[in-house]
């Protein structure tokens, strides 16, 4: 699987952004798509996850500012971003874990830079 991220940029601290990941290739049936963000110097960080069940895991620290929803159809995982804060600076990373082959597989986006600033 290939992912592609789109839509990062720079934003004022309060505004919104839309953050979108398209995915090429077959993707097995039981899979958990996710966005994941890191600051340089820290740990990539769990933001939100939607498993092909359509269960939602949110990092608390987006609960209620951030929704994760996925076109089927046009195989795209989409990150609303709202009342958004400097803190939320980071690069965002799409992520598919697979279950193949008796193992969770994992491909990532390239990674897109949002930035919160005034």
């Known amino acids: 699987v290939q992912l592609q991220a789109s839509g990062g940029g720079l934003v004022q601290p309060g505004g919104s952004l839309s953050l979108s990941c398209a995915a090429s290739?077959?993707?097995?049936?039981?899979?958990?798509t996710g966005w994941y963000r890191q600051v340089p110097g820290n740990q990539r960080e769990l933001v939100a996850s939607?498993?092909?069940?359509?269960?939602?895991n949110y990092a608390e620290f987006v609960k209620g500012r951030f929704a994760i929803s996925r076109d089927n159809a046009k195989n795209t995982v989409y990150l609303q971003m709202n009342t958004l804060k400097p803190e939320d600076t980071a690069i965002y990373y799409c992520?598919?874990?697979?279950?193949?082959?008796?193992?969770?597989?994992?491909?990532w986006g390239q990674g897109t830079l949002v930035t919160v600033s005034s």
């Open positions: 939607l498993s092909n069940t359509g269960r939602t």
């Open positions: 992520n598919v874990k697979e279950w193949r082959f008796s193992a969770w597989r994992d491909s």
């Open positions: 290739g077959s993707i097995s049936s039981i899979f958990v």
